[in-house]
């Protein structure tokens, strides 16, 4: 492993006992860019809730990957085929995902974050598709 790497891997495990926990309970309000991803473990089968960052676009969410495509809670929504995401209070169920351009991804954010997301260059973007294909909850309870 690279320095780099290692450097973050660190920066990555001290983000996920300190800033997620806080995302995670901002996610669970009806405000907000975050929502949380429910995914399942594609090794050990277990539950996960992941806190990330969406724009909402027509009948889709956008997920701004902040870490890259190459984060364990997103291999195991494609190994999956699909995950459910908790937002503003509502389960939706996701059972497409596509990646965007950075200029497509950015689009489905509010204007100020999308300039913030330009400023910082963030490059890697996904549209998830919700199931029934309109954007209204099929569930109210988490899974």
Known sequence: MTLRQQIRSRFLIILKHTLNPLTRRMARTNVGPFAIVQHVGRR???HYETPIILGVAENSFVVELT??????????????GGCAI???????QIDHMEPLDAETGRMAFPRLARLALHVMNMQHFVRMTVRSSR?????????
Not at 135 to 142: G, M
């Open 44 to 46: 050990s089968g277990k």
């Open 67 to 80: 870490y890259g495509p190459d984060v364990d809670w997103y291999k195991n929504v494609q190994a999956a």
């Open 86 to 92: 908790l937002w503003h209070g509502r389960v939706y």
């Open 135 to 143: 954007l209204t909850p099929e569930s109210s309870e988490e899974t």
